[in-house]
Nanobody, 125 residues
Framework: QVELRESGPGLVNPSQTLSLTCTVS??????????YSWIRQPPGSYMEWLGY???????YYAPDLRGRASIPMDTSQNQVILHLASVDPKDSTLYYC?????????????????WGRGAQVTVTQ
């Protein structure tokens, strides 16, 4: 049984870099070709796909982020990480990681095999 679990600081100051970790259990993130996406749910808005990293370390990001996002992986910890630079209060929301067997760039729930429960982030002084 594959499980994804997001974790992070909860509170971040404006203009700083947000870092979240997605810990994957039940499978190695490098064993097969999977794509690990970060997706967020702004309040009162549609879900937003941020980017992914595949099992080979290739990444692809949503153009709207204008280079603010970085998604590395820590293979020793079986983790996928999100760094989001220069945050402001509009980045306050619930962040999810999700695993798909193809390079999905959308937020359709059924496109992904597994989802984490999400991690709440609030950007505030």
């Amino acid at each position: 049984q594959v499980e994804l679990r997001e974790s992070g600081p909860g509170l971040v100051n404006p203009s700083q870099t947000l870092s979240l970790t997605c810990t994957v259990s039940g499978a190695s993130i490098t064993a097969n070709l999977y794509y690990y996406s970060w997706i967020r749910q702004p309040p009162g808005s549609y879900m937003e796909w941020l980017g992914y990293i595949d099992s080979r370390g290739n990444t692809y990001y949503a153009p709207d982020l204008r280079g603010r996002a970085s998604i590395p992986m820590d293979t020793s910890q079986n983790q996928v990480i999100l760094h989001l630079a220069s945050v402001d209060p509009k980045d306050s929301t619930l962040y999810y990681c999700a695993e798909a067997p193809w390079p999905s760039t959308n937020t359709v729930h059924e496109q992904y095999d597994y989802w984490g429960r999400g991690a709440q982030v609030t950007v505030t002084q």
